[in-house]
């Protein structure tokens, strides 16, 4: 099925590489030609494991191409997906400019019957908002169904998610839109959920709203726990082994971040309130996660009531491992409150490039983790990153001026650490 893909940016990217894979062939277009540029020539602009090698492998095979031309793009593909971004306002509801943008673009240039399918996380009543924008904007009077599908991608495994997803929610009114898609998506091995566009909407939204609250949820457990002495992992195991629980997004630490959570919860939260169905609960998610960095940094200045001039390494800048995405991230709440403390910060990330507004701001890069370490005061890991489970921390011992490790995702073995001579704390733990 020849399919096109509106929005070059994580998600779109992600889904047409998957979708080629599975035989499809796919067009992708976007209006910045950079974007555009970089993939045509094979090169992943954002780092997001084994999707790069699949990238390259789909644009030899021709089942891949990019284009940043929407007449052609919209006339010679029957599929239309939109994934461009959805960011927050300063009120909490989502901008929907470049969904209207796309609407308006599909509008204009279709010239046959088409099958449009809304992949960005959109407000409740968004998808039945894109069939009238294409509608107000088209001359052509061929018929298309608009088809909401939510994405369910997790940065740091997103390829996996997308050629084996846990489930397909498709919302739609067109029992053909229904069978065109779940012929798209043929190859894959899990449920297939048909609802109305505006389920499937909230569908996403309560999804990751949930997830948010697990974490908040073992967050302030944690916080419980350091008070009586607990390790909240054996909290967090012995909980996750109910399968009416389970321990996924049970780990205690900094809170979440990222381009997900923070927006969806924030986009939630300000429909509820908009409708006079205030969200009690995933208010106090979003206090307690906005709170979490606070908690952490007064753990650390109970061991140093002043920081001032001490020479503090952060290892981890990503909001999570195995990517480079750095919105939202606590590692630059951190850092805020170290620099107002009047701290030297060095940080150290495997693949984040500290952005210049902090290096103008004192904050220094330093990228070989020894190096880094050398000479500090304290340490503070931001970041679960394997690798700073697998350094050798006895080296680090030596290195070090201070022997104290403020551990914010809970990644090290605490005995472990405490026998090189280490001051360990963690998040809920003694």
């Given at each position: 099925?020849?399919?096109?893909?509106?929005?070059?940016?994580?998600?779109?990217?992600?889904?047409?590489?998957?979708?080629?894979?599975?035989?499809?062939?796919?067009?992708?277009?976007?209006?910045?030609?950079?974007?555009?540029?970089?993939?045509t020539?094979?090169?992943?602009?954002?780092?997001?494991?084994?999707?790069?090698?699949?990238l390259?492998?789909?644009?030899?095979?021709?089942?891949?191409?990019?284009?940043?031309?929407?007449?052609?793009?919209?006339?010679?593909?029957?599929?239309?997906?939109?994934?461009?971004?959805?960011?927050?306002?300063?009120?909490?509801?989502?901008?929907?400019?470049?969904?209207?943008?796309?609407a308006?673009?599909?509008?204009?240039?279709?010239?046959?019957?088409?099958?449009?399918?809304?992949?960005?996380?959109?407000?409740?009543?968004?998808?039945?908002?894109?069939?009238?924008?294409?509608?107000?904007?088209?001359?052509?009077?061929?018929?298309?169904?608009?088809?909401?599908?939510?994405?369910?991608?997790?940065?740091?495994?997103?390829?996996?998610?997308?050629?084996?997803?846990?489930?397909?929610?498709?919302?739609?009114?067109?029992?053909?839109?229904?069978?065109?898609?779940?012929?798209?998506?043929?190859?894959?091995?899990?449920?297939?959920?048909?609802?109305?566009?505006?389920?499937?909407?909230?569908?996403?939204?309560?999804?990751?709203?949930?997830?948010?609250?697990?974490?908040?949820?073992?967050?302030?457990?944690?916080?419980?726990?350091?008070?009586?002495?607990?390790?909240?992992?054996?909290?967090?195991?012995?909980?996750?082994?109910?399968?009416r629980?389970?321990?996924?997004f049970?780990?205690?630490?900094?809170?979440?971040?990222?381009?997900?959570?923070?927006?969806?919860?924030?986009?939630?939260?300000?429909?509820?309130?908009?409708?006079?169905?205030?969200?009690?609960?995933?208010?106090?998610?979003?206090?307690?996660?906005h709170?979490?960095?606070?908690?952490?940094i007064?753990?650390?200045?109970?061991?140093?009531?002043?920081?001032?001039?001490?020479?503090?390494?952060?290892?981890?800048?990503?909001?999570?491992?195995h990517?480079?995405?750095?919105?939202?991230s606590?590692?630059?709440?951190?850092?805020?409150?170290?620099l107002?403390?009047?701290?030297?910060?060095?940080?150290?990330?495997?693949?984040?490039?500290?952005?210049?507004?902090?290096v103008?701001?004192g904050?220094?890069?330093?990228?070989?983790?020894?190096?880094?370490?050398?000479?500090?005061?304290l340490?503070?890991?931001?970041?679960?990153?394997?690798?700073?489970?697998?350094?050798?921390?006895?080296?680090?011992?030596?290195?070090?001026k201070?022997?104290?490790?403020?551990?914010?995702?809970?990644?090290?073995?605490?005995?472990?650490i405490?026998?090189?001579?280490?001051?360990?704390?963690?998040?809920?733990?003694?």
């Open positions: 099925m020849k399919i096109l893909i509106i929005g070059m940016g994580y998600v779109g990217t992600t889904m047409g590489v998957a979708l080629a894979n599975t035989g499809h062939e796919v067009s992708g277009l976007d209006v910045d030609k950079a974007k555009i540029e970089s993939l020539k094979g090169i992943l602009y954002f780092h997001e494991p084994a999707l790069q090698e699949m390259s492998k789909h644009l030899q095979t021709k089942r891949l191409s990019f284009t940043s031309d929407p007449k052609e793009a919209i006339k010679d593909n029957e599929v239309i997906f939109i994934t461009v971004g959805t960011p927050s306002l300063n009120n909490g509801n989502a901008d929907l400019t470049y969904i209207r943008q796309a308006e673009m599909i509008g204009k240039y279709k010239n046959s019957k088409k099958i449009v399918v809304v992949k960005s996380t959109v407000p409740l009543g968004t998808t039945e908002n894109v069939k009238q924008w294409i509608e107000e904007a088209t001359k052509d009077s061929s018929p298309f169904d608009v088809v909401m599908n939510p994405e369910f991608l997790r940065e740091g495994r997103a390829l996996q998610d997308a050629l084996n997803p846990d489930r397909v929610v498709l919302g739609s009114h067109s029992d053909e839109a229904f069978n065109t898609l779940e012929q798209i998506y043929s190859n894959l091995n899990c449920p297939f959920i048909r609802t109305t566009p505006v389920a499937a909407e909230m569908t996403k939204y309560a999804s990751n709203a949930f997830l948010a609250t697990k974490i908040s949820f073992i967050n302030e457990i944690a916080r419980l726990c350091d008070q009586f002495g607990i390790h909240v992992q054996d909290v967090a195991k012995g909980m996750g082994l109910d399968d629980i389970g321990g996924a049970l780990q205690a630490g900094l809170g979440y971040g990222g381009s997900c959570f923070p927006k969806d919860v924030k986009e939630l939260l300000w429909t509820a309130d908009h409708r006079g169905c205030p969200l009690r609960i995933l208010k106090e998610v979003e206090r307690v996660n709170d979490q960095p606070q908690y952490f007064e753990k650390v200045m109970k061991e140093f009531p002043s920081l001032a001039d001490k020479r503090i390494v952060l290892l981890g800048l990503s909001f999570k491992p990517t480079d995405d750095i919105r939202e606590v590692s630059f709440s951190i850092i805020k409150k170290l107002q403390e009047k701290a030297n910060v060095i940080v150290h990330d495997p693949i984040v490039k500290l952005p210049n507004e902090w103008n701001k904050v220094k890069q330093i990228n070989d983790p020894y190096e880094a370490t050398e000479g500090a005061d340490i503070i890991i931001c970041t679960d990153w394997p690798l700073y489970q697998e350094i050798d921390w006895a080296k680090i011992s030596e290195l070090v201070g022997h104290y490790i403020f551990d914010g995702r809970n990644i090290l073995e605490a005995d472990c405490k026998k090189l001579g280490f001051t360990y704390e963690g998040i809920g733990y003694d």
